[in-house]
């Protein structure tokens, strides 16, 4: 926006934009290959805690009385909890439990998006206010009350926070969706496509769906963190996983009885490891966007 | 005036019909629910040990023998005389109880609202001015860390450092324990407030920086912006004459609109803090069964949502007479 206003008042760009012309190209090359780098690291160490995580579950709960309350040290890196079990194996299955609910939860909201989304942009004028109402339902009860809710419905336990997390995050990936599909089917080339004798279907699959699949696969990139973050708040409230598992949110929430003790590697460590796993996917799924969705990348 | 008439009308027409949904999702969520409350609340051993008589006397108590439908249609009529039934947790009748906790909650809702809303602005006309340099990134580094932050695990950070380590605050609850609730002073209230109103404040400055940001980017890059500076004005000058009522209207409008998230996070700050609010109760509640007590939380939330969002596009209707004419973009 800026660069072109800059052109239109006659003056040149400030510093702060990259130069015009070639150094765009290259600027953006430069923004492309980091959001590669930092994709490849995330989903590295993403595959990585998940398999350390998961194949060493057992140390993550395997008791030891003789080394109880230890504090982080070289033999046991995040300290020990008040049964001697080792943070770090627990963090780290707690971490690949969280992941794979997370990843489970995400994948689905995503498609109900795209369901919801194509559906209010296709299906007519009375199916696009009823998803628009629902979606304005499903936004007029905070989420942690719904999840609640949800998970109460469901007897609680990991179906209950997966679907909740599911059915209730999936609003602002279906505005996306509607938006590019109606743009699409607006474009010249569907014109062009149905003009030729295309069936429906076919469009659908050979126009509308490679249109639409970016911004989607970068909803579901940013659905991710939301997910992780909301199934810990669930589980850390006792309405989501089970305390027999390893998880994030189990984890916080038996640390706090033991905060006034002074077991404060309890609280730290699984918390920082978290936000670290938030933060990166965070971090590419706007660095996706912004190679995605041009509009979004001027700042 | 009759647009202003025809927008309230449409806002109650709108509310009433949200109420409903709502209410139907939420009796339908907390009835299927295959947590017994009979077993739920009389534990397993005095259920197991129980005549088949006494079972059925106490489904009757609790309603679970009664038709889904039934038991709804028994409920909203209940609801629109303002009955919303009887806590079972807390044995008293349920708008009590959402009274009694409410006035905790908004007190610690309300100070983080002001907190963050102010604070996250100021952050967000700084960043908007100095777009580009350190400042501006360290903020946005900061907003962007602060919105991948649990709300718990900050609310838990901040107990850590300043309740056990440096022992300045307590460690939850709204009153000293073992006090008596006459002897409970203000400050003794303000006291066990600070931490979690900071929490949840620190968590909210986030989203507002951000937007404020851009909003202020906006402002400075118009033309009469660039007019008033090519005439010589200092930025400080320009901001208060120009900037500030264009960044502080849409700056309000989205602390409104944000009323969900902040509701939420004092679920999850109050359940750290042991803090007596709605959230706690809602998660008492959840965990012990009490289905009345859990739907009354979850309708007082959803209207609470709906004030806010309804002051947000009232404000908006305020600047912008288009909406009044229900041309919603």
Redesign the interface.
């Known amino acids: 926006m ?1 660069s072109t ?1 800059a052109l239109r008042h006659g003056r040149p760009a400030p510093d ?1 934009l990259p130069p015009l012309l070639h150094g765009l190209g290259r600027a953006r090359f430069a923004n492309r290959r980091a959001t590669v780098v930092t994709l490849v690291v995330a989903a590295a160490a993403l595959i990585a805690v998940m398999v350390t995580g998961s194949a060493f579950e057992h140390a993550a709960t395997q008791t030891d009385f003789l080394a109880k309350n230890l504090p982080p040290g070289p033999g046991h890196l995040f300290g020990t909890d008040w049964m001697g079990r080792d943070m770090f194996w627990r963090t780290l299955a707690g971490l690949a439990t969280s992941i794979r609910v997370g990843l489970l939860a995400a994948t689905v909201s995503a498609l109900i998006a795209l369901l919801l989304g194509t559906a209010a942009a296709l299906g007519g004028r009375r199916v696009d206010a009823a998803i628009t109402w629902l979606i ?2 499903v ?8 999840l ?9 336990g990991y179906w209950g926070v997966t679907v909740g997390i599911a059915v209730t995050h999936w609003p602002s990936l279906a505005r996306v969706v509607r938006a590019e599909v109606l743009q699409c089917r607006a474009a010249g080339f569907v014109e062009v496509a149905q003009k030729l004798g295309r069936s429906r279907a076919q469009i659908a699959v050979q126009h509308v769906l490679p249109y639409v699949l970016p911004q989607f696969l970068v909803g579901l990139v940013l659905l991710f ?1 939301h997910a992780i ?1 909301h199934e ?2 669930v589980t ?4 989501g996983l089970p305390p027999e598992q390893p998880a994030i949110g189990v984890i ?1 929430s038996e ?2 009885k033991y ?2 003790a ?1 077991l ?1 590697w309890l ?2 460590f699984p ?1 920082v490891a ?2 670290l796993v ?2 990166s996917f ?2 590419v799924g706007t660095r996706l966007r912004r190679i995605v969705d041009p509009h979004s990348a001027q ?1 | 005036m009759g647009q202003w008439i025809g927008f309230g009308l449409r806002t109650l027409a709108k509310f009433a019909l ?1 109420m409903a ?2 209410s139907v ?2 009796f ?3 009835s ?4 017994d409350p009979v077993q739920a609340n009389v534990g397993q051993a005095a259920y197991v040990g129980m005549s088949e008589a006494k079972r059925a006397q106490l489904a009757s108590y609790w309603g679970t023998d009664v038709p889904l439908a039934e038991r709804y249609l028994n409920w909203a009529t209940a609801l629109l005389r303002g009955d919303l039934g009887t806590s079972l947790r807390f044995n008293a009748p349920v708008e009590q109880v959402i009274a009694q906790r409410a006035v905790n909650s908004l007190a610690l809702m309300g100070i983080a609202w002001v907190a963050s809303g102010l604070i996250g602005a100021a952050l967000g006309v700084l960043a908007g001015v100095r ?2 340099g350190w400042v501006d990134r360290l903020i946005k580094g900061y907003c ?2 602060l ?7 900050l609310g ?2 901040l ?2 450092v300043f309740a ?2 440096l022992g300045w605050f307590p ?1 939850g609850f709204s009153v000293p324990i073992g006090k008596s609730a006459a002897d409970v002073t203000l400050a003794d209230s303000l006291r066990h407030l600070a931490l979690p109103a900071l929490t949840l404040s620190v968590i909210g400055v986030s989203n507002i920086a951000l937007h404020t940001r ?1 909003k202020t980017i906006d402002v400075l ?1 118009s033309d009469f912006v660039k007019f008033a500076r090519s005439r010589g004005q200092g930025m400080r000058t320009v901001l208060r004459r120009h900037g500030l009522r264009n960044i502080a209207l849409p700056a309000l409008t989205l602390q409104f609109a944000s009323l ?2 902040i ?2 996070g004092s ?2 700050v109050e ?2 803090f042991s803090y007596p609010g709605l ?1 706690q109760a ?2 008492t509640a ?2 012990g ?1 009490d289905v009345a007590l ?1 739907a009354g ?2 309708l007082f ?2 209207a609470f ?2 004030t806010g969002n309804l002051i947000a596009n009232t404000l908006y209707a305020a600047v912008d007479p288009r909406i009044l004419r229900g041309r919603r973009s």
């Open positions: 800026s206003e702060d304005d339902l936004l007029g009860v905070p989420h942690i009350v719904l609640i809710l949800i998970s109460f419905a469901l007897g609680k963190p973050l810990a708040a850390f409230l006792g309405f916080l640390a706090m905060l006034s002074g404060w609280a730290i918390g978290l936000v938030v933060l965070d971090l700042d | 949200l949904a709502v999702v939420v339908v969520l907390v299927v629910s295959p947590i777009r580009g962007f860390v919105a991948s932050t649990p709300t718990f695990w838990l950070l107990l850590v056990v380590q460690m851009e890059e969900a998230e509701f939420g679920v999850l359940q750290v959230g809602a998660i959840g965990l069964s859990l939380i979850a939330s959803a949502v709906f």
